[in-house]
Every structure is written in C-alpha cells, then in structure tokens.
C-alpha cells in the first residue's frame, strides 16, 4: 500500500502536538509496511521565501499554486492508494483535494481543530465558547473580531477560504474524526456517517505503570481556553497542603498566574516547559492528571499518556475529554447550542450536590471524572478525584491498552485505507 500523507508543519518555535501527531503515524505506518511518501511544507519555511513566492501568500491557504504542482508531478510518478491530509494551511491549501481527485486517488483527512467552520479552530473567543460564524455563508464575524492571528486581513482571508472550500470539504472520501465529539461536528458540518470513522491518536507504551504518585498534574500550554486560570481558582479554595501537590508543566501567556501561585503557595510547583523525559517523570510523580480545557479541546494528547501511565484524568465536560476518560454520552455536536450553556462562565457556581454528596454535573468514567468548566465545581471534584485516583488506576492503563495503544490504532488506520485504496 502506498499513501501520500500531507501535512502543513506548524513553526517550530510554537510546540504542535499535530506535528508530533504526524511525525507519529508516519513512523507506525512504515514500520507496519505501508510506503509513505510524505508531502510536508512548514510555516518556518515562509520568511526564507522567495518575493515573488510571499506575494502569492495571501491567496495560498485558498489556492496554492505550487503545491498543487508539485503533488500533481507526485500522484503521476507514484501513483498512490490514498491521499491523507493533515492541516493544508497556509501553503498546501485544501485544493488539494480537489488535486488528488482529478487524479483518481481518494482522500482521507484527520480532523484536528473545527476549521471547517471556525477560522480560528478551536470555537472560542474572549473567554467564552463562540460559534458565531456557525452556519453563516460567510464568516463575518471572524472578521470583525480578528479571530485569525489577531488580524481583520488575515481573518477575512482564512472566511472566504473556509467559504470558497465548503464544498472541497464536503467532498473528503472519509473523515477521520479523533473523538466522538469532532464525529458529530462533522455530522453537524453535513458529513454523512458512512464517510466517518472514530480513529483516536496512540502514544507509545511507556511500559508498566509506575507505582502512583502523590497530589496532581497539569501539563498544557499556558493560555486561557487550556483553563490554568480556572484550575488555580479551583485550587484555591481548599486549604494549602490538603490536596497534596498541584505540579504545572507548561509555558505561555498566563505563566506569570503560575509563577505566582507558586510563589503564594508551597503546594503548588510550577516545571517550566519539559522535555519527554521530564513529561514521563511528572507523570510518574503524580496520581491524577487534570486537563481543565476552556474549549471543546479536541484530544488532549497529555490525557493519553496519563492513561498509558495507568493515571486517572479529572477533566471539564468539553470536547473530546468525555470520550478519553470514558465518560461520553449523547450530546449536543462541539460548538453547537447556545454559547451560555457550552461553557459556564467563571465564578458562576453549580447547583448543590445531590443527597449521595457527589457533587453536581460530576460523571465519572471508566478511567477519570468530567465536570462543568466551573471553579467551583471543579474545585468540589479534586477531593473526590484524590480519592478515587487509586480505583481508577488499573482501569485508565486498561483503557489505554484497549483504545489508545499503537497496536490497536495502526489496525484502525490501515483498515481507513483498506477501505478507500484503488485497484491498480
């Protein structure tokens, strides 16, 4: 079998786990026999462009001349089973589907963020979750709200991409959504079901679980819609020292938040940003991991590395979270429904724990807890997840075994292609 995998890399200064994602999958692919022929492109390749190359910038992420040339020359010299695309912006361009077809290869892609709708891709704005542009012709709003990098031209630009390509999108053979949650974006999008498949990412095994650790761990970048501020509020309530330890691993704009709660409190540390090998040590040295997403954070790749160290994870009731911890259970699709009720507004407290004690809008699940992205009611289940952390344990390395390890989701993957590939 041979496939294309195509994939704009995301700079290297800003740390993607869609990179590490691909970077991943290439390397199961080969090793289970697949031929891959890789056609990357970098966003760190722009500013050693060609002028005439940077002029044709603006309309790339719409129609990318060159890319299009030159996986033309690609799909006629090797003539692939199967195309997967990874992210197309800004130099692929999801013209690329349109490319592969006109030469008879099908086209899988993996569904990463909600940028079929949202220019932004992760629906969240101002603190809030916003769906605003949700079943709009055009995405004005992300254009007066400077939803894309931060500029009304940039912004504009990725709207009418994203209106131009509807139908581009609508054409994907099959759609590899991570989460049962992008599953139903895709469904809400207009994807029928029978061109959906639930694929999660793998992590590789890191072996039998170390005995459990002490207190809790978040690991994420340090920006609002990751919930550090939200988790730190929750933190705050309970007094210093019951809980055990709040490790924060991380870097980004809300640091100094970090930086001083650790400096208010002894129960909290904050690790800076780690390497792999400090990622596996952190994990170790905690019992829970705590993924506190502001937004429906697709999958979290730091849930699936807790599970594989047999850590249970308390996370918010958003995105692909539930099904991680298996705690999912009919909803409506990410994004979708009234931006009020998507996501409680911090300092708006839960209702009251009901006559068992368990606090209100807590569900657990297979292999962790979900709750409200409330600071109250997150801040009412890190008791209850402390205490629990030892029960869930075996069945979190268990979960991983099942769903998320390599072995299971490389058959997965090549059953996606299996699938699709054509006759030669």
């Known amino acids: ?28 692919l ?22 005439a190359a940077k002029a044709l910038l603006p309309i790339s992420p719409i129609w990318a001349p060159r890319a299009q ?7 006629t010299e090797h003539r692939p089973d199967v195309l997967h695309l990874h992210n197309p912006y800004p130099l692929i361009s999801p013209w690329v589907v349109r490319t592969a ?29 916003c769906q605003d542009c949700k079943g709009r012709a055009l995405g004005v709003p992300a254009i007066k709200h400077r939803c894309y990098r931060d500029s009304a031209v940039q912004s504009a630009l990725m709207a009418t991409t994203l209106a131009v390509h509807r139908g581009t999108w609508r054409s994907v053979d099959r759609y590899i959504a991570l989460t049962s949650a992008i599953a139903d974006h895709l469904r809400d ?12 990412n793998s992590v590789p095994d890191p072996g039998r679980p170390a005995p459990l650790g002490n207190g809790f761990l ?49 129960d909290v540390v904050y690790l800076g940003q780690l390497d792999r090998a400090g990622v596996q040590a952190a994990v170790e040295a905690s019992a829970v991991v ?32 539930p099904y991680l911890v298996g705690a999912d259970a009919p909803h409506e699709p990410a994004g979708t429904g009234p931006a009020a009720v998507a996501s409680a507004v911090a300092g708006h407290s839960p209702p009251p724990a009901g006559p068992s004690g368990v606090p209100a809008g807590l569900v657990t699940g297979t292999a962790g807890w979900v709750v409200p992205p409330d600071p109250a ?9 402390r205490a629990g952390a030892a029960a869930l344990s075996a069945p979190a390395r268990l979960r991983y075994e099942q769903t998320f390890h390599p072995d299971v989701v490389i058959k997965r993957h090549l059953d996606v292609y299996a699938g699709l590939s054509r006759p030669h």
């Open 218 to 266: 978040y690991m994420a970048r340090l920006s609002p819609e990751k919930g550090v501020d939200l988790l730190l509020d929750a933190w705050r309530r309970h007094p210093v020292g019951s809980l055990g330890t709040l490790r924060v691993a991380g870097d980004g704009e809300l640091r100094h938040l970090v930086e001083a709660a650790a400096a208010e409190r002894p």
């Open 377 to 385: 009611a997150l801040a009412a289940a890190l008791p209850v997840a």
């Open 30 to 51: 080969t090793a289970a026999g697949v031929e891959v022929l890789p056609f990357i492109r970098s966003s760190d390749e722009i500013p050693s462009m060609s002028k």
């Open 69 to 75: 040339h030159d996986l033309s020359r690609l799909l």
């Open 189 to 200: 999008y207009g994807i029928p079901d029978e061109r959906i498949v639930v694929k999660p």
């Open 290 to 321: 705590i993924a506190a997403a502001m937004w429906h954070d697709v999958l979290p790749t730091v849930i699936i590395e807790a599970l594989a160290n047999g850590r249970p994870v308390l996370g918010t009731a958003l995105g692909g979270i």
């Open 101 to 129: 077809h006109r030469h008879g290869v099908p086209v899988v892609q993996t569904v990463h963020n909600y940028r079929q709708v949202c220019s932004s891709g992760i629906y969240f704005r101002d603190g809030v979750i």
């Open 1 to 28: 079998m041979r496939i294309v995998v195509a994939h704009n890399r995301y700079r290297e200064a800003q740390p993607s786990g869609e990179n590490t994602i691909v970077d991943s999958e290439i390397a199961q």
